[in-house]
């Protein structure tokens, strides 16, 4: 192969739409990348995206290695025709690892069977600060004891099946306070503490043979030289991962495009860097021309840079073999999904996982009258990494058509609303990292008999007042059905708290 055919067997790239356009074909003929990455944006069903697998291959021309964020529960790209996972902290709640174990061996089946053979999952970053914008619920706990426990489960029943996993966000992000997909955020830890801590999961998936890791775009002074983000960090990437931690899978570079890079550096410097610093998967998640830009940088560098060509001929080596195990050889007319059977699993999964915090103003289950009040925030994109438009969750509405009563909708910038009565049903999202949702809680304690919280995310939102309160950890249609069957009393809530609300 030529230099220019090398250099795109690093790079991993997004694409814009659900079939190749005349500009996406450019760009993969250009770049001929080693790897795709499918979004929300590219997938309509099973046999659509089947195809666009089968046809962007045909136009590179070589194997590619097809992967997704397909974590569960907010994270969720494949979602219509295809059983959806209620997420990380989700499973942890259910207290059985097995839960884990069949929702990443169910994930795996239906990614193989369209040409999916990487998932970007688990994170096993530990989510110890209720703070933290960019993780919460896509965590599994906020102790390496419980993120070990789940994640390892979850990444065996991927294994099972022969879908490549992915160990996010190393070193480690749950402690940060900023959302790596919009700036840089600090991790001001030193080696000792990350390995008593952040370290342990991803020693622990290393130990399974975790295919690879993804380290994020955070800074950690007690490790680096320069204010970089680790993902360009040579004492992150190769000291640390490499070196110390000993792991010789892949490397993949997070979005390069994030906030976390941009805000420091051009997208054709950062590709440059996090390969000079030990990378082996340049990913460029967006952007057309970025894409092509930062190709045509990185072969411009290595052609007149010697010493880089060591540094190619290793990342290929793993690259090598890492699509000898996953990227597919063939791909059949059909795709064989049990869709009912899936489904029934992550419905069982997701009853078991809704956790009531507390009971206080004896709400649950619900008996409300017309009088009564459901108060709701439209569901919103949070997180960077999210693809959902805003939109009122479907158990409100479902409560207030079966109850007759009047569904108030609250948004940001909206006067507080004037209402007071017996009973209010309140849903909230993060509302204890947002001071408007806050404040109408607060109103809402005030002008009720008996408040219910309902938390559609992180759990912190059960403790902002004195109140009936329960969590679903993630707003997908799997666990909005099973928070309604537990609301109306249809089945016991079981879920238990994977993390520790301290007041």
Same mark, same amino acid.
């Given at each position: 192969?030529?230099?220019?055919?090398?250099?795109?067997?690093?790079?991993?790239?997004?694409?814009?739409?659900?079939?190749?356009?005349?500009?996406?074909?450019?760009?993969?003929?250009?770049?001929?990348?080693?790897?795709?990455?499918?979004?929300?944006?590219?997938?309509?069903?099973?046999?659509?995206?089947?195809?666009?697998?089968?046809?962007?291959?045909?136009?590179?021309?070589?194997?590619?290695?097809?992967?997704?964020?397909?974590?569960?529960?907010?994270?969720?790209?494949?979602?219509?025709?295809?059983?959806?996972?209620?997420?990380?902290?989700?499973?942890? &709640?259910?207290?059985?690892?097995?839960?884990?174990?069949?929702?990443?061996?169910?994930?795996?089946?239906?990614?193989?069977?369209?040409?999916?053979?990487?998932?970007?999952?688990?994170?096993?970053?530990?989510?110890?600060?209720?703070?933290?914008?960019?993780?919460?619920?896509?965590?599994?706990?906020?102790?390496?004891?419980?993120?070990?426990?789940?994640?390892? &489960?979850?990444?065996?029943?991927?294994?099972?099946?022969?879908?490549?996993?992915?160990?996010?966000?190393?070193?480690?992000?749950?402690?940060?306070?900023?959302?790596?997909?919009?700036?840089?955020?600090?991790?001001?830890?030193?080696?000792?503490?990350?390995?008593?801590?952040?370290?342990?999961?991803?020693?622990?998936?290393?130990?399974?043979?975790?295919?690879?890791?993804?380290?994020?775009?955070?800074?950690?002074?007690?490790?680096?030289?320069?204010?970089?983000?680790?993902?360009?960090?040579?004492?992150?990437?190769?000291?640390?991962?490499?070196?110390?931690?000993?792991?010789?899978?892949?490397?993949?570079?997070?979005?390069?495009?994030?906030?976390?890079?941009?805000?420091?550096?051009?997208?054709?410097?950062?590709?440059?860097?996090?390969?000079? &610093?030990?990378?082996?998967?340049?990913?460029?998640?967006?952007?057309?021309?970025?894409?092509?830009?930062?190709?045509?940088?990185?072969?411009?560098?290595?052609?007149?840079?010697?010493?880089?060509?060591?540094?190619?001929?290793?990342?290929?080596?793993?690259?090598?073999?890492?699509?000898?195990?996953?990227?597919?050889?063939?791909?059949?007319?059909?795709?064989?999904?049990?869709?009912?059977?899936?489904?029934?699993?992550?419905?069982?999964?997701?009853?078991?996982?809704?956790?009531?915090?507390?009971?206080?103003?004896?709400?649950?289950?619900?008996?409300?009258?017309?009088?009564?009040?459901?108060?709701?925030?439209?569901?919103?994109?949070?997180?960077?990494?999210?693809?959902?438009?805003?939109?009122?969750?479907?158990?409100?509405?479902?409560?207030?058509?079966?109850?007759?009563?009047?569904?108030?909708?609250?948004?940001?910038?909206?006067?507080?609303?004037?209402?007071?009565?017996?009973?209010?049903?309140?849903?909230?999202?993060?509302?204890?990292?947002?001071?408007?949702?806050?404040?109408?809680?607060?109103?809402?304690?005030?002008?009720?008999?008996?408040?219910?919280?309902?938390?559609?995310?992180?759990?912190?939102?059960?403790?902002?007042?004195? &109140?009936?309160?329960?969590?679903?950890?993630?707003?997908?249609?799997?666990?909005?059905?099973?928070?309604?069957?537990?609301?109306?009393?249809?089945?016991?809530?079981?879920?238990?708290?994977?993390?520790?609300?301290?007041?």
């Amino acid at each position: 192969m030529s230099l220019q055919q090398l250099v795109g067997e690093l790079f991993m790239i997004g694409i814009t739409g659900k079939e190749p356009d005349d500009q996406t074909i450019k760009i993969l003929e250009e770049i001929k990348p080693g790897f795709v990455i499918l979004f929300a944006r590219n997938i309509e069903s099973a046999y659509q995206v089947h195809d666009l697998i089968k046809q962007i291959t045909q136009i590179v021309g070589k194997p590619v290695v097809f992967a997704i964020d397909q974590e569960g529960g907010i994270v969720t790209r494949l979602r219509d025709g295809f059983a959806v996972s209620c997420g990380a902290m989700a499973l942890a &709640a259910t207290s059985d690892e097995t839960n884990a174990y069949m929702a990443g061996k169910v994930l795996a089946k239906e990614m193989k069977a369209v040409g999916i053979t990487w998932n970007l999952a688990p994170v096993v970053d530990i989510n110890d600060n209720p703070n933290n914008p960019g993780i919460g619920v896509r965590s599994f706990g906020d102790t390496p004891e419980k993120v070990i426990k789940f994640s390892a &489960a979850f990444y065996s029943g991927m294994k099972e099946i022969g879908v490549a996993a992915c160990a996010k966000h190393f070193p480690g992000k749950g402690s940060v306070s900023i959302d790596a997909h919009l700036d840089m955020p600090t991790l001001d830890k030193n080696l000792e503490e990350l390995e008593r801590w952040e370290l342990l999961p991803f020693r622990r998936l290393m130990s399974l043979g975790v295919e690879s890791v993804m380290p994020s775009h955070i800074y950690l002074p007690n490790l680096q030289k320069r204010k970089v983000p680790a993902t360009v960090s040579e004492e992150v990437v190769t000291d640390l991962l490499r070196k110390r931690l000993g792991y010789s899978g892949l490397a993949i570079a997070d979005d390069l495009l994030m906030g976390g890079i941009t805000k420091n550096m051009s997208v054709e410097d950062a590709v440059l860097a996090s390969f000079k &610093a030990g990378m082996d998967v340049l990913t460029v998640c967006h952007e057309p021309t970025a894409q092509l830009s930062a190709k045509r940088a990185l072969v411009k560098k290595i052609e007149s840079d010697p010493q880089l060509e060591s540094r190619l001929k290793e990342s290929l080596s793993r690259i090598e073999d890492f699509k000898e195990r996953f990227a597919p050889k063939t791909f059949s007319d059909q795709v064989a999904l049990d869709l009912s059977q899936d489904q029934q699993i992550m419905e069982r999964i997701a009853e078991q996982s809704i956790t009531v915090v507390s009971d206080k103003d004896e709400m649950i289950p619900l008996h409300l009258s017309k009088e009564d009040f459901i108060i709701t925030v439209k569901t919103s994109r949070l997180v960077q990494v999210q693809e959902i438009e805003p939109d009122i969750p479907w158990v409100a509405k479902e409560l207030s058509k079966k109850f007759g009563n009047k569904l108030v909708v609250i948004e940001r910038d909206q006067p507080l609303f004037d209402i007071s009565g017996n009973k209010c049903v309140f849903f909230t999202e993060n509302a204890h990292l947002s001071e408007w949702q806050r404040s109408a809680i607060d109103k809402a304690r005030k002008n009720f008999k008996k408040l219910l919280i309902v938390a559609l995310r992180n759990p912190y939102d059960c403790f902002l007042v004195e &109140a009936s309160s329960i969590c679903s950890y993630s707003y997908e249609m799997v666990s909005q059905r099973a928070l309604m069957r537990v609301l109306l009393g249809e089945i016991r809530p079981v879920g238990q708290l994977p993390v520790e609300v301290r007041r």
